[in-house]
Each structure stands twice: as C-alpha cells, then as structure tokens.
C-alpha cells in the first residue's frame, strides 16, 4: 500500500505520466519508465523523487522495471532486437552475453 502512495506521488511531480514503476528493494531508490525524451526508457529516482538518472536510452521500448530481491539489478521488458543487458541500480549496463 505504501509503495503504491509513493508511486502516486512521485508520479504527479514528474513532468510526463509514469507508465510503470517499482518502489525500491534495499537501496532506497525507485525505478520506472517515463516517454519524458520521446519514447519509453528506464530511470531511476531516490524515494523523495531527487536525483533522477536515465538508465536506457535507445529506439526501443523500454518498460515494466522491477527491482531484484537485493536491490542491485534491475529487469525490464525491452523491444530492442538483441535485449541482452541488464542495468544496476546505479546505472551501469551490464551484459550477460558471452564475449
């Protein structure tokens, strides 16, 4: 229930609707998917809704976040051809393909 106060709140401050998004696990921090720079991407907010972070930014969609268990990775669904990468919650992209 509270998450999803937090979720209202924050969502009415923002500057275009937020179309999903996930309160924080352990590190305090909100994810969710704004088409505030033109189609849908990933961002990342503290709880208070400071210190906003785009962490996509491509042609695809890119939507639906969850924070993991421990609050380090973040899933999303992705319509990029080749959505082989997971972000963290502190922005840095990370791949899972082999190199």
């Known amino acids: 229930m509270l998450s999803a106060i937090v979720l209202v709140m924050v969502s009415a401050v923002l500057t275009k609707p ?4 996930s309160f924080p696990g352990t ?16 961002y990342v ?11 996509t930014n491509d042609s695809a969609v890119d939507e639906n976040p969850s924070w993991s268990a421990d609050g380090n990775k973040i899933v999303f669904q992705s319509n990029a051809p080749d959505p082989a ?10 791949s899972n393909k082999p190199q």
């Open 18 to 21: 937020v179309s999903s998004g």
């Open 27 to 42: 590190n305090g921090k909100i994810v969710f998917t704004s088409s505030r720079d033109g189609n849908k991407e990933i």
């Open 45 to 55: 907010m503290d709880a208070d809704g400071s210190n906003q972070t785009r962490l």
């Open 85 to 94: 990468n997971f972000h963290n919650g502190f922005g840095r992209v990370k």
